[in-house]
């Protein structure tokens, strides 16, 4: 990485600080602002959409989130004794500036990152471990080279690559551009290299980069089994993304990564419907003028029974797929469906307090001496989990080391089916509790990639979840929820010039 784009970079994050000012500066000179927004999920992308919302519109707006589950969504933990554990969603990259944006902004409610605790990991072949880090960086570069030549070297100098484009979005946003589609704002980010990632596997796209065959299979495979569940015949940006987690410094946050959304809701001082919404109609109504509006009524089931509200714009935060939703729109003209195409992969994420068994993994080691953290698996019948790993607290106690595998512990297994009790006894000497959580964690990518979800459904009506066909993660969401909210700004007040303007990169670098 240059120093321009380090330089670059920093100029971003300090910017992202300063573009509440711009739309509240501009305001006076707007239209009347919306009175009712509503946004439906209080997951990563509903409660950053609230934010972004209340940053964009100004504190006259009312804003109504609507959760029928706990606040975080797919970000969640489990209690085991008397600590809690990340259960979905883990882990954040150092180049997430939204996610950075967010923990700064929610220093004052005592949400900060979490302490580090350093990992190692290792590599699972369903027989024996293939490759195991070492404590000391220069053994691990060693056996790399050995084994996989400059491959590994070369991978992190194309995912560097393909950031240094990703990054472009933040200069975007923070100049108050957005995009009507995915496409268009992947566009903007990467070019038609970008796209074409979407339209073919990771696995050929390495190989036409000229990766080799075994360095896919046993190192690049594992990271995406991981991260998504998936094969390296999943989309070259979502493989992009996956890749991207294997880098230093990703961290999370002190106390659960879902308290990064209730911060969220508290600080845009919305207010949380604890709700399920059922359907969303549009309604027209007469105006003083003697002209028509347009209302969209949320109609929602809550402990109370059945309600409905009206409102100017709705955010629809949550998969409107299959197994994941069942709003149903009426009144649209032409229909909305309430499914779009495609399926949502399921991860069963299976936490057990227990002892590693060691010739599970074909070791001879002994338990005492063994403290890798993380167990990759490659893609092989053998392989009947995607991971195996040692997980930390969500709040790390003071002078916390991490025992080895001889000591009773928590681990957290990702399998595509729940485990039976023949292979947990495979795998663990002994276990004291057990807790079992089935995710619709992210799509399922197969490319070539058929049309994404729109951002617009209806003039006022928005899907902030369409960007999870391009990639599932944390700082994806953010972004979607930044992109939407601008969406929305834009198009309420009529700014054309600030929706799909590409190729601004260039210059906007200059005016940095």
């Known amino acids: 990485m240059n120093p321009q784009t380090l330089s670059l970079r920093a100029l971003l994050f300090l910017g992202l600080w300063q573009t509440g000012r711009r739309c509240l500066a501009s305001a006076p000179e707007l239209k009347i602002q919306p009175q009712k927004i509503a946004v439906v999920g209080a997951g990563i992308g509903g409660s950053a959409a609230a934010f972004y919302l209340r940053q964009e519109f100004g504190p006259g707006v009312k804003i109504d989130v609507f959760e029928p589950d706990t606040v975080g969504g797919r970000l969640a933990t ?6 809690d554990y990340e259960t979905g969603g883990a882990v954040i990259h150092p180049l997430n500036l939204h ?7 929610l220093g004052n409610l005592g949400i900060p990152p979490r302490k580090d605790v350093r990992s190692k990991a290792a590599i699972f072949d369903g027989k ?20 996989y030549g400059f491959n590994f070297l070369r991978m992190h100098m194309w995912v560097e690559t393909v950031l240094d484009k990703f990054m472009r979005i933040y200069q975007y946003q923070q100049y108050g551009y957005s995009f009507s589609s995915v496409d268009k704002l992947l566009h903007a980010m990467g070019g038609d290299g970008f796209l074409t990632l979407l339209n073919q596997t990771l696995e050929e796209t390495m190989m036409a980069e000229g990766f080799s065959q075994v360095f896919i299979n046993e190192v690049v495979s594992p990271i995406t089994r991981v991260n998504y569940g998936q094969s390296v015949r999943l989309n070259g940006f979502v493989g ?32 949380l419907i604890t709700a399920k919404v059922t359907s969303i109609s549009i309604k027209v109504r007469p105006s003083k003028s003697g002209t028509t509006t347009n209302f969209y009524e949320v109609n929602y089931v809550g402990e109370s029974g ?10 629809i935060a949550t998969p409107l797929h299959q197994g994941k939703s069942d709003i149903i729109f009426s009144g649209f003209s032409p229909p909305l469906p309430s499914h779009y195409p495609g399926r ?6 299976t936490l057990i307090h227990g002892r590693l068994n060691m010739s599970f993994l074909g070791s001879t080691k002994k338990a005492s001496d063994f403290t890798v953290s993380d167990i990759l698996t490659m893609d092989s019948k053998d392989s009947i989990i995607n991971s195996l790993s040692s997980i930390d ?35 663990f000497i002994t276990w004291d509790s057990s807790s079992e959580s089935r995710w619709l964690a992210y799509p399922i990518y197969r490319p070539p990639q058929r049309k994404t979800p ?25 972004i979607s929820a930044r992109n939407v909210a601008l969406l929305a700004h834009h198009r309420w007040h009529q700014q054309e010039g600030k929706v799909d303007q590409e190729d601004l990169h260039t210059r906007l670098r200059g005016e940095l």
């Open 306 to 315: 059945s309600a409905h509200s009206l409102y100017d714009i709705v955010v």
């Open 344 to 349: 949502y992969h399921q991860t069963v994420s």
């Open 240 to 271: 992009a993304v996956s890749l991207a987690g294997v880098d230093s410094g990703l961290w999370a946050v002190d106390g659960g990564n879902k308290r990064v959304c209730s911060g969220l809701l508290y600080i845009s001082k919305t207010e």
């Open 99 to 105: 996610m950075k944006h967010f923990i700064e902004k």
């Open 128 to 147: 024996e471990l293939t490759f195991e880090e070492s404590d000391w960086y220069i053994v691990n570069v060693l056996r790399m080279l050995w084994r």
């Open 393 to 427: 607290p969500v709040q790390i106690p003071e002078g916390y080391i991490r025992p080895p595998a001889s000591v009773a512990k928590v681990w957290k297994v990702f399998s595509p089916q729940p485990l039976t009790q023949k292979q947990l006894q495979d795998m």
């Open 78 to 83: 489990v209690k085991f004794g008397d600590q």
């Open 454 to 478: 729109p951002f617009i459904l209806h003039n006022r009506l928005y899907y902030l979840n369409a960007v999870e066909w391009a990639a599932s993660a944390m700082e994806m969401s953010a």
